[in-house]
Nanobody
Framework: QVQLVESGGGLVQPGGSLRLSCVSS???????MAWYRQAPGKQRELVAA???????NYADSVKGRFTISRDNAKNMVYLRMNSLKPEDTAVYYC?????????WGQGTQVTVSS
């Protein structure tokens, strides 16, 4: 069973930056990786994804502000978040998946507030 552990969340002021990290207990080589988030009272939504080949896609709300990256050698995926807004406040989840199998982390809280 693969385990994903996120880190890097916290409290940040509007306009600030954070970098989230996620480490997998298994190899991420060949896997699609992504970050999702869930705000209170809302459904979980895709924030950013990076395929096994390195192609990326982003939610419209974070384009130009967030960057997803991966390090296959370290089995890690990152989410660099700049120009944070209060509406980015949510629990952020790491995802590792293929069409028939997927794994989720426990989540890390990101709070954007002055």
């Amino acid at each position: 069973q693969v385990q994903l552990v996120e880190s890097g969340g916290g409290l940040v002021q509007p306009g600030g930056s954070l970098r989230l990290s996620c480490v997998s207990s298994g190899s991420i080589l060949g896997w699609n990786m992504a970050w999702y988030r869930q705000a209170p009272g809302k459904q979980r939504e895709l924030v950013a994804a990076i395929s096994s080949s390195g192609s990326t896609n982003y939610a419209d709300s974070v384009k130009g502000r967030f960057t997803i990256s991966r390090d296959n050698a370290k089995n890690m995926v990152y989410l660099r978040m700049n120009s944070l807004k209060p509406e980015d406040t949510a629990v952020y989840y790491c995802y590792q998946g293929l069409p028939t199998t997927n794994y989720w982390g426990q989540g890390t809280q990101v709070t954007v507030s002055s």
